[in-house]
């Protein structure tokens, strides 16, 4: 379940093979009908004018407002688990989650067209983001590990700090910290760089969706264990610890040219 970019309505996606749109009253406007399988993921497009839906069918779907199927996005052998549009809307990126999945992550332009495919993971891909600026790509695995990517496909950087597959992860608002939810009952707090700045302690089952607030400040996860909780996160602070930690490491290792700048701005806080 998702709301438009503009608040006022909600699209859903269920096992009867549905997306359905309603209003804040609960008021169902449309259904869209195309599907064969489980709807397991909806995203409405930055603009608010289009639905990208994942489905169990193996096929990503494009519907207007009016519940038109615009297009099919075919490719995986698999069904699709996680789908979302790039904050420009001109890509997107899809995700499969499947025992016998291809274990990557694809990247579309409206027209179908496959652009690109992201290999890297060793297990199957449970969850997929864009970074706010639309220049990096999360993904998480069933590996236990998030990927971060570049729009080329490189795999810039791997996080390994779970100890069960990451169900769910995010960027925050500002782009600066990612967030992950996993099997293994946590919630974990990365910068860019890949260093671990917080565990998050407090379900008592697998977490499975994980998502920051608009302002940053807090984050909620849902878990298996019938709760959802909400965080209170200080994340000033942990982007200067992070962002301490790799200077004192880059002054160390002189030959590292990478990312040499990316916390100039964080450390200026102090």
């Known amino acids: 379940m998702v709301f438009s970019p503009d608040g ?5 996606g269920s096992d009867d093979e549905t997306v359905r749109l309603w209003n804040l009253n609960g008021q169902l406007l449309r259904s869209f009908k195309g599907h064969s399988s489980s709807v397991k993921s909806v995203v409405f497009s930055p603009d608010g004018k289009t639905i990208a839906s994942g489905s169990a069918d ?10 038109q199927e615009l297009r099919t996005l075919n490719g995986y052998s698999n069904e699709i688990t996680s789908v979302v549009f790039s904050p420009d809307g001109k890509t997107i990126a899809s995700a499969n989650a499947n025992v016998d999945a291809d274990n990557t992550v694809r990247l579309w332009n409206l027209n179908g067209q496959l652009l690109r495919t992201l290999n890297g993971h060793s297990g199957y891909v449970t969850s997929v983001a864009f970074s706010p600026d639309g220049k990096t790509i999360a993904s998480g695995s069933s590996d236990d590990t998030v990927i971060l990517w570049n729009l080329n496909g490189q795999l810039l950087r791997s996080f390994k700090g779970h100890s069960s597959s990451v169900k769910s992860v995010v960027f925050s608002p500002d782009g600066k910290t990612i967030a992950s939810g996993s099997a293994d009952k946590t919630v974990r707090l990365w910068n860019l760089n ?7 302690k407090g379900h008592s089952n697998e977490v499975t969706s994980v998502i920051f607030s608009p302002d940053g400040k807090t984050i909620a996860s849902g878990s298996n264990d019938k709760t959802v909780i909400l965080w209170n996160m200080d994340l000033d602070n942990l982007l200067i610890r992070g962002c301490a930690w790799a200077s004192d490491y880059l002054k160390n290792n002189p030959s590292v040219e990478q ?6 701005d964080v450390l200026k806080r102090k």
């Open 8 to 12: 006022k309505t909600i699209a859903s």
């Open 194 to 200: 890949g260093q671990l700045l917080r565990t998050l």
């Open 259 to 264: 990312d040499r700048h990316l916390c100039d």
């Open 58 to 67: 193996n096929t990503v779907r494009l519907w207007n407002l009016n519940g």
